[in-house]
């Protein structure tokens, strides 16, 4: 077997740990696979190693560190000194992906990022090379367990946001500080680096709008279940007249949704295009191990020679007023024609209702209604028109839907 490739290791916490377990397991296989037995030359982590050491005595830089810095100047380091890169840093991609990609582009050398979003599903290897040549219309999903673990325990068990929190915390599926899962910040990374692949155009972090999942009631799960809906912490990108969308907001879902079924701590990505319809991948998207198999599935496609090159073809805008259904949920004074007064708003706004669920609480009433897909511009203007209607007992709470149904 020809000389064994040597592996510089940066950062060794819960990813870092599993991949040189895993490594250690399987080198052997990978060998056999590509001729070459990895073995790690080096370990960087916070109090332990010299990168410089570890780059001169690498061929190939697995970085685990997370964050934009310093693991941006340890990959542009490596990809100039000619040494292909696998991470799994989703900031990192999210934040500087252009330079980073041009740097590979430049030094003639692969930058593999597999197990930066949703885990174990390969969804960026389908999308870099199964749908390289397919003109893809959305790519949207579930791309945060945290969150996902959060809602599904809501809707099971009628649990406050802040204890199913708690819970999540309690079995490992949130951080002590889970506020970039919670706000949507993590899935808005994902979701600019699958925009990227997906329309082949520069997408970065600032540019997705996202929506976090705080401050959803346990009642609007419970309507929602009257309603046949469930709640998804969704991220959304999709090529529209004029350009492109990438969004992240919780959104219910009608029974029969592909992506409705999907619960706890698992991710699911779904791709449309008209030559493939639809294709939806699940599983987990996170973990330790989960992810360094990921991380070796990289490793295993740079030794086998595949090359897919990240180019950007075009210059899509962002797309700022997208049509949108919305879930919604108004407290009303419980008297004849305040029914009435609402729909002529909604209708002003040219919105109608797909479904209403009503019911009385004392004196007052609460409406809790899906509507008919309009422009958010228009829907904020409606909401706007309903906060000053004297009827009203507080602050309008608005919800995405997709009102699509299976059958
Ligand atoms: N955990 C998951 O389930 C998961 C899933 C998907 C993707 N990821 C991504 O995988 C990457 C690693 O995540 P993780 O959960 O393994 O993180 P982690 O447990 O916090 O480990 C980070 C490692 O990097 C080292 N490190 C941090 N700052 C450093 C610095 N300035 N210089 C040198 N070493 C430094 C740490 O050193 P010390 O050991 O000295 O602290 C530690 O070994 C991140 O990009 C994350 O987003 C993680």
Redesign the pocket.
């Known amino acids: 077997m020809a000389d064994p490739v040597r592996i510089g290791l940066?950062?060794?916490?819960?990813?870092?740990?599993?991949f040189a377990e895993l490594l250690a397991e399987q080198a052997g296989a990978v060998g056999s696979a590509t001729g070459r037995r990895p073995e790690i030359s080096g370990?960087?982590?916070?109090?332990?190693?010299d990168?410089g050491a570890i780059l001169e005595s690498s061929d190939l830089i697995v970085?685990?560190?997370?964050?934009a810095?310093?693991?941006r100047q340890?990959v542009i380091d490596a990809l100039r000194a000619g040494r292909p890169v696998v991470?799994?840093?989703?900031?990192?991609l999210a934040q500087h992906g252009d330079e980073l990609f041009a740097i590979a582009r430049e030094a003639g050398v692969q930058l593999r990022f597999e197990?930066?979003v949703a885990?174990a599903i390969p969804i960026v290897r389908a999308l870099q090379e199964s749908f390289g040549a397919t003109e893809i219309t959305k790519v949207f999903g579930i791309v945060n367990g945290t969150t996902n673990f959060i809602l599904s325990e809501m809707a099971a068990t009628g649990a406050a946001y802040e204890d199913a929190l708690a819970r999540a915390q309690e079995l490992g599926y949130a951080e002590a500080d889970p506020a970039e899962d919670v706000n949507g910040a993590?899935a808005a990374a994902k979701m600019a680096i699958l925009a990227r692949l997906a329309f082949h155009t520069p997408v970065t972090l600032s540019e997705v709008a996202y929506e976090g999942i705080e401050s959803i009631q346990p009642d609007d799960l419970a309507y929602a279940k009257e309603l046949g809906l469930s709640l998804k912490l969704l991220g959304v990108a999709e090529r529209l007249k004029g350009g492109i969308s990438v969004r992240v907001f919780p959104c219910f879902l009608y029974g029969g949704h592909p992506l409705s079924p999907v619960e706890g701590p698992f991710n699911a990505v779904m791709v449309e295009a008209p030559a493939i319809t639809e294709v939806t991948m699940s599983g987990p998207?996170?973990?330790?191990v989960?992810?360094a198999s990921?991380?070796l599935g990289d490793v295993v496609s740079i030794l086998a020679g595949d090359a897919p090159v990240h180019e950007t073809r075009e210059e899509l805008p962002i797309v700022a007023d997208v049509a949108s259904s919305f879930y919604l949920h108004l407290e009303v004074a419980d008297r004849p024609g305040v029914l009435a007064r609402i729909a002529q708003v909604l209708g002003d706004n040219e919105i109608s209702v797909k479904s209403v669920v009503q019911r009385g609480i004392g004196d007052d009433a609460r409406l809790v209604m899906v509507l008919h897909e309009c422009l958010e511009s228009r829907f904020e203007a409606a909401v706007a028109a309903l906060s000053e209607l004297d009827v009203l007992r507080g602050a309008p709470r608005a919800i995405r839907a997709i009102e699509e149904e299976f059958v």
């Open positions: 940066l950062g060794r916490g819960t990813v870092g740990a599993a370990v960087l982590t916070r109090s332990d190693g990168f970085e685990l560190i997370g964050g810095d310093p693991a340890f991470t799994a840093n989703k900031q990192l197990a930066a885990g993590d998207g996170a973990g330790g989960q992810t990921a991380v």
